[in-house]
């Protein structure tokens, strides 16, 4: 079992916490794919939407590859709607889970900094200011957090299943 207690605020994470950082950062990766679907979206709605643009009319002879029909180009756009509508209950779900998992902590600046860092994901000059704390002072409690969220059972299971995830991940066979 940990306690926060008995880490050093002012030394490295512990493997476990890294972990666990790692865990909670999954909210920011999803929000980052989503926006690179949307951004997919929009450049192939932009294809559909001017199939000419790309053409150089500079009197000067260019290639003549076949492009995209505009069916192709529909079914890439539904393609990239479902993508995104799924990603999008993926954020859904992590989100109710870090919810839930914050919700072992106790009402205070080390709950608030973690809600601020994995769920508004605010850089860290946004959350002092809104603090009103030095860096130092929000990485110390953002540490003493994520210890005190890893003195409960059911985070520290959490962790382990994304873990054994990634794991297989890696490995190929998911």
Not at 29 to 39: A, T
Not at 94 to 118: G, H
Not at 123 to 137: A, E, L
Not at 154 to 161: C, D, F, G, L, Q
Request: hydrophobic share 35%.
């Amino acid at each position: 079992m940990f306690f926060y207690k008995n880490h050093d605020l002012d030394r490295p994470l512990s493997e476990e916490a890294e972990n666990l950082d790692e865990f909670l950062n999954q909210y920011k990766m999803l929000i980052r794919q989503k926006k690179n679907l949307e951004s997919v979206l929009a450049e192939t709605l932009d294809q559909l939407n001017n199939p000419l643009s790309s053409v150089n009319l500079d009197g000067m002879p260019h290639g003549s590859t076949p492009s995209e029909g505009a069916a192709t180009i529909a079914l890439r756009i539904d393609s990239v709607e479902s993508r995104i509508i799924s990603q999008q209950k993926t954020i859904e779900q992590k989100m109710e889970q870090l919810d839930f998992l914050f919700n072992y902590l106790p009402d205070d600046i080390e709950k608030d900094i973690l809600i601020m860092r994995y769920r508004r994901r605010l850089k860290w000059d946004k959350i002092c200011k809104h603090c009103y704390i030095s860096k130092r002072t929000a990485l110390r409690k953002w540490k003493k957090g994520l210890y005190m969220l890893l003195e409960e059972d059911a985070v520290r299971e959490s962790v382990e299943i994304f873990l054994k995830r990634k794991e297989m991940r890696l490995q190929g066979l998911i």
